[in-house]
């Protein structure tokens, strides 16, 4: 049996989608399975040992004969579409000439699936949204834990790079990870906030902060007043599966609502989680949440730096007694 699973949207989303390919491969141990991925957050990924192939996907349009080829030869005889936004993807699927398509009622092409159902109302949260589309076709999902397979090389720059620097700073028993910001900028609570925050968490907890992001983010970072290379370390140049590396070896980690915070939960990080516009009971943590602590405010930027100190001190204080 050859088995089409398909997650073409963001990291956070990506990530979401391992807990189905496993239940996938569970109950289909024979079965090859493709996984049809964005290029560009694919290597989260990697090395997953319930996905036999990784296909990319590079967008609307964008190298269409090889994608098209790529599909037809896969001989698929299930596709099932876990999350996907462009319009073209439900046409790929039915491209591929799977006798069975699996996807959402809502798509405008889902009349080229032979399985749909619907979301509920009010939503549910985004895994149990995608357990119930698995189970629908008769595939138990029985664990919701997301994760990622990271090899040795992913800790190198960790290894070279932060641990050296942590070991410089006078007293600092470890570092936190800070993800500032995200795709949508109302997703995003103030830089200076950050920065007082993670003072006070080095000041009180002898931990620095490390702060992981794309190119553009942590220049914004560095060119900060409150910037100072003793108490930050940017983690300039580092790829999607280096800033998992740096975030599996941390202590916590302090983000938004974003890819790298979905990052810290598969890698069962305890993590502080910053909410806005979006909704924690469909996007937040769903297990572990005795690790995991998750404030929200909207709009985000009228959260103030003394409520997180606040609730950050109180969650290391209950996880200590």
């Known amino acids: 049996m050859r088995i089409l699973l398909v997650s073409t949207t963001a990291i956070g989303d ?7 390919i496993r239940a996938v ?7 090859h399975i493709t996984v049809f991925a964005h290029h560009r957050r694919m290597a989260v990924l990697e090395h997953n040992p319930n996905i036999d192939t990784l296909l990319p996907y590079y967008g609307k349009g964008k190298k269409l004969v090889r994608t098209l080829l790529d599909l037809r030869r896969g001989n698929f005889d299930l596709a099932i579409v876990i999350h996907a936004n462009d319009p073209d993807i439900v046409p790929l699927v039915r491209w591929t000439g799977a006798p069975q398509r699996v996807g959402w009622g809502e798509s405008k092409s889902s009349h080229l699936l032979t399985h749909t159902i619907y979301r509920t109302n009010p939503p549910e949260h985004f895994l149990l949204h995608k357990k119930r589309l698995v189970e629908s076709i008769g595939i138990p999902v029985h664990d919701l834990h997301t994760e990622i397979f990271l090899e040795p090389a992913d800790s190198r720059r960790y290894k070279s790079e932060i641990k050296p620097w942590i070991r410089s700073i006078h007293e600092c028993k470890g570092f936190i990870v800070i993800h500032a910001f995200g795709t949508n900028t109302k997703k995003w609570w103030p830089l200076d906030h950050f920065f007082v925050t993670a003072d006070h968490v080095l000041h ?12 553009n983010s942590l220049n914004i970072v ?19 599966r280096e800033s998992a590396g740096a975030i599996l070896h941390a202590d916590r980690m302090l983000t938004t609502d974003s890819g790298p915070m979905h990052m810290a939960f598969a890698l069962r990080i305890p993590t502080f989680c910053l909410f806005g516009p979006t909704n924690p009971a469909i996007h937040g943590p769903i297990f572990d949440h005795d690790r995991h602590f998750v404030l ?3 709009p985000l930027p009228a959260l103030t730096t003394e409520e ?3 609730d950050w001190d109180h969650w290391i204080f209950r996880e200590s007694t």
């Not at 491969?25 to 079965?31: D, E, F, L, N, W």
């Not at 009180?204 to 190119?215: C, E």
């Open 14 to 20: 990506t990530i979401m989608a391992t807990p189905f």
């Open 25 to 31: 491969h569970q109950c289909y141990p024979q079965a």
């Open 204 to 215: 009180r907890y002898h931990l620095a902060s490390v702060f992981i992001g794309d190119t």
């Open 222 to 240: 560095k060119l900060h007043p409150m910037f100072n290379p003793n108490r930050h370390f940017v983690a300039e140049g580092f790829s999607i």
């Open 296 to 298: 929200r405010r909207e």
């Open 308 to 310: 997180v100190i606040r």
